[in-house]
């Protein structure tokens, strides 16, 4: 995949955002004024202003080329070893965690020279997640972001060194960044690190496996959720902080931002999954009933899924009141994920 063909795919729900606020430029003002009252309250109507996609768009053209950079630097002794990792890495997702982190960074007015560094180190963890998850033991997928899942190119075993050197990549990055006091150093190891294990990752997928083709309550599907998708985009909402020195109060709070928005995140997924179309998710749908998981729609139903991803993101919105303008990035963001089509 060209370049050019990446920055074009990527970014789907932005588009289909400025789509969808073309089409109310021809609205009749009746139907307008219904429109407004019906979407008073509620956040996945509510209007972006426009220059988020730009923000976002040039976030990513950042990370792009750091993560370009930082495959570039390693010595990988296997052909496919290096093909995997650069499909899995390259061929960008929409690249929202290490946006995040940048945004986290930005709105406590963060100075760093490595801020872009960090933030590609989330997005490594990331691309190793989704190529364990794709593999026949896992989620058994053949298709991600429109393309073959890695272990149909390289094989099952190759695409196992290839997650594994991904999740090391980010770790070895952060221990070897040039200026970084020790203490920030190792509070960002340890926050990317816990996104990874138990609580995080590990412990998600564990106990996703577990609840195949088992009845779960709200609560189980809650906690599944929160380790196995929340916990990286808190973390990645983090490390903006911790890079940024932010203070003891306004890290927690940016902490609870990311829990609430990592939550909606992957409650949306599951809406998608269950309501939205492979051409447009770039992978398979109805995956979740197909293989019985614990999803957020089969259990309490399209309606109040909805409920449960808006009202996370309207209690994600509030933590960052104390923050004013600077923290606006985060706040559409938040946004921009409820509404998302792909
Ligand atoms: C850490 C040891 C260890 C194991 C990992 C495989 C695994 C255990 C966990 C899987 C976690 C996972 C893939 C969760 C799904 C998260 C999710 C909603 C992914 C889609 O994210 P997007 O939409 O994707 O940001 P793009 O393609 O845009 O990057």
Known sequence: MTGESI???????????????????????NRRARRERREKNSLV???LPMDIKTYLSEKKKLIDAELQAILASEDMPVESLA????????????????????????????????????????ELIHSFSLVHDDLPAMDNSDLRRGLPTVHKVVGEGMAVLVGDMLLALPFQTLAELPGVEDDKRNRLIGELARACGSSGLAGGQAL??????????EATARDIARRKTGALIEASVALGAIAGDASEETFQKLKEYGSSVGLAFQVTDDLLDAEGE??????????????GKAAYPSLVGGKRARQVAEELTR???????????????LREIAHLLLRRKG
């Open 208 to 217: 996703d496996l577990e609840s195949e083709q088992k009845s779960v309550t």
């Open 278 to 291: 492979q051409e447009i998710l770039g992978k398979p749908v109805r995956a979740d009933e197909e293989k």
């Open 315 to 329: 209690q994600a919105i509030g933590c960052l009141t104390d923050l004013g303008e600077k923290a606006q990035p």
């Open 83 to 122: 093909e995997g990792a650069h499909r899995a890495v390259l061929p960008g997702g929409k690249r929202i965690r290490p946006i995040l982190t940048l945004a986290s960074f930005e709105a406590v007015g963060g100075d760093c020279p490595q801020i872009v560094r960090i933030a590609s180190c989330v």
């Open 7 to 29: 920055n074009a795919e990527v970014f789907s729900a932005a588009s289909a955002l400025s789509a969808v606020n073309g089409s109310w430029a021809r609205e009749k003002p």
């Open 45 to 47: 109507g509510a209007r």
